[in-house]
């Protein structure tokens, strides 16, 4: 039932959308308000100089955001918009939670060290796109900022004797998060890029070294009028 509402929902922004667009005459004032769904390669970065880099990992997401033109042509404009994300790491950190506290290490005897996450997205931008009332088909340049906060995240891994443990929402990752974004393309095909500026863990350490891990994620982006 959930997802026929949603679907019914996603259905009528879409369509309402598409019936504000057509009724615009070139030098109307107008905005890109849109759904995006967007999927990544994604990687961890700046991780302890004990952990090699992560095997092949990825990230979907997918919301609405809002736009807010600056000017008559709607060249420019700023949005905000809400959404979901998941993010699947395939890494080398081995992540425990022990008398509710995360524990640290590096072991090259676990196999399956996965790391999945649920999260609230709120992106921020700023944009630029050669865009008309009537034309869809157009250059974009949209940069901005992305806050998650996290519903839930998983660490999973097997040993040398194949049992396999798992740790949900561990204590010390780092719930609220933000990085940098920017898209930029030709009419459906654009590229997307995300630079975390914020450690994925708190006050974490391994062997003495503090623990910086941030998420890079690069892409592709579409955006649904």
Same mark, same amino acid.
């Given at each position: 039932m959930n997802k026929a509402i949603t679907t019914l929902l996603l259905l009528f922004i879409t369509i309402s959308v598409f019936s504000q667009r057509e009724s615009l005459n070139l030098g109307d004032r107008y905005a890109e308000d849109q759904i995006y769904a967007s999927v990544s390669f994604a990687q961890f970065d700046d991780q302890p100089s004990i952990i090699s880099k992560s095997s092949f990992s990825y990230s979907i997401s997918t919301g609405f955001i809002k736009d807010f033109i600056l000017n008559k042509q709607g060249s420019f404009s700023i949005a905000a918009g809400v959404g979901y994300g998941f993010d699947l790491f395939n890494h080398k950190l081995k992540v425990e939670e022990i008398n509710n506290a995360t524990s640290f290490s590096s072991d090259l005897t676990i196999s399956g060290n996965i790391f999945k996450s649920h999260n609230l997205e709120f992106p921020l931008e700023i944009r630029w796109r050669t865009s008309t009332a009537n034309r869809y088909d =157009?250059?974009?340049?949209? *940069?901005?900022?992305?806050?998650?906060?996290?519903?839930? !995240?998983?660490?999973? =891994?097997?040993?040398?004797? +194949?049992?396999?443990?798992?740790?949900?929402?561990?204590? *010390?990752?780092? +719930?609220?998060?933000?990085?940098?974004?920017?898209? *930029?393309?030709?009419?459906?095909? +654009? @590229? !997307?890029?995300?630079?975390?500026?914020?450690? @994925?863990f708190n006050d974490a350490t391994i062997n003495g070294e503090t623990i910086n891990t941030k998420i890079l994620k690069f892409g592709l982006i579409f955006y649904i009028l």
């Open positions: =157009f250059w974009r340049v949209y *940069a901005g900022i992305k806050f998650m906060y996290n519903l839930s !995240n998983k660490f999973q =891994f097997e040993d040398s004797n +194949n049992t396999s443990f798992q740790y949900s929402n561990v204590s *010390a990752y780092n +719930n609220l998060q933000y990085g940098l974004t920017l898209s *930029a393309g030709y009419d459906e095909f +654009n @590229i !997307n890029i995300f630079y975390g500026l914020t450690p @994925i």
